[in-house]
């Protein structure tokens, strides 16, 4: 069943996280990294995003592909095609890595 | 007497719990799967969706015959024609499965 | 006294609790029924609704005749016409049964 | 002093508990109703109502004069001219009595 | 220094407690009114009032000279001039006395 | 370093507590003014103010160069040039002294 | 990497400690500065701002380059590049330093 099959409702976002590449290239690294879950990721799926009063979606502020900083708590573990993938909450997102 | 008997109020959703298909296809497999209840399902019912301040109602996000991926807890278990379903409110169900 | 003397204010609806008919006609059933309130009830009268900020009345989302059902907990009882009636909130009722 | 003294600001409801009348005609009786504080009462005089954002005052939902059934708890005990009146929220009466 | 110095901000009302009439005379009593503060009082002086979304000031429903009725808690006392004034938020003053 | 260095962000208020004048002059007291910090003081600096839904600062209440009366509690020591001085929120000051 | 790589969400800015120039020109200090973390700070990036409903952005209040007093507690430490810096949303600065 490819990733696909899982679309998130609302302003969840759905993460693929990942180890930040070699450490002296300078990777981003969030305090004892090493022994932690890594707070790199890479975004699968959004929602639609948020609904206004007014019914409209509010897009999410992060979109597939971007590569994303985690907060260190947080975070709802999915396992998709045996992946341990993570929901966040859009606005729980910390910042984007270009 | 037919499951149409029953219609949620407002922003809930009704769900029949399902278990995911064969493992190895790569079902969606919730972390300990087996032992606890399936997170997986599929919508019986919706109601109209919540209210907004001007009284017009905004449709759930889900609808019948969508298949669903729900939280680890919540829900309300409701025995109608001798099946056990489930009352979820629409923004707490994670995601659609296509 | 007749039943119309007792007007529910803004959102509250009055319901008299029922018996679901018999158990093998697959009454809507909740888990332990029989020892517990009866879930089923038919709604009595409703107050006007939820007002707006414009002060305008949200009629609510059932009427004067609807079989409900109800949440395990929650209502507030009250004594009509040496009856025991129960007073919810419209938003706290689950759903309908046609 | 006449009870036109007392005006109740915003949304407060001033109120006299009353005895429901014989028990045998089926008055409105609230659970254990003899010890307890009568949960009926008229209504004496009312706030001009709870305020909106643009300023406007939303009229009280009881009038001076309506027979309405009082919550178990709540309420502000005041006295006035040697006799023990309630405040009470619109919004937290139950009901009115035709 | 005149009373004029001080000036409420919002919707702070400074009150100057009053031991009402003679008890014959029916005041307003609450409850054990003489050994506890009077819960009657004068307005001494009204800030401009809430502040809307719109940056506009909703006066206050009390103004200066008003009879009030005060709630049994609450109120910060302030010393002007040597005597003890209190302020009270407008929403938590009870009704005026006419 | 001028005190013109520190600009407070959005509704705070930069203040310098002051002792009121001699007190048989009737200065403000609170209670028990002597040991305790002295509530008077004068506001040195304020910030745009609360930004509404639209974007829009609502100006602080108070300005550069009013006397006001603190709350008992509360404030943000912050030293500047040596001198201690305190942020308040716009909405937690009790009034302006004239 | 360079810093530019890491852009904060929404209303979060990203703060660069910095220690205050020569305690003999008066620097800012907070109480007992040595010991503590610097409260002084500069802004290295801030994310677009808050949404409104409408779904626009509220632009920070603070911009690259600022330099900003921050509060005592609070800010997500995050280190990028071997540098220790710290998340803080816009609400939560204190002020700007001119």
């Known amino acids: 069943m490819s990733l696909r099959r899982f679309i998130p409702l609302f302003d969840r976002v759905l993460v693929r996280?990942?180890?930040p590449e070699a450490k002296?290239?300078?990777g981003i690294l969030l305090p004892e990294q090493a022994q932690?879950?890594?707070n790199e990721g890479v975004v699968v799926a959004t929602g639609k995003g948020l609904r206004t009063e007014s019914g409209e979606f509010m897009p999410?502020?992060?979109k597939e592909g971007d590569k994303v900083l985690l907060?260190?708590?947080g975070g709802t573990k999915v396992t998709i095609d045996d992946q341990d993938l993570f929901l966040?909450?859009?606005s729980d997102i910390?910042?984007?890595l270009e």
Chains 1, 2, 3, 4, 5, 6, 7 share one sequence.
Do not use: S
């Open 60 to 62: 999410c502020a992060v």
């Open 24 to 26: 002296t290239k300078g």
């Open 17 to 19: 996280r990942v180890i």
């Open 94 to 96: 910390l910042g984007t």
């Open 36 to 38: 932690k879950m890594p």
């Open 71 to 73: 907060p260190e708590f």
């Open 88 to 90: 966040f909450r859009d």
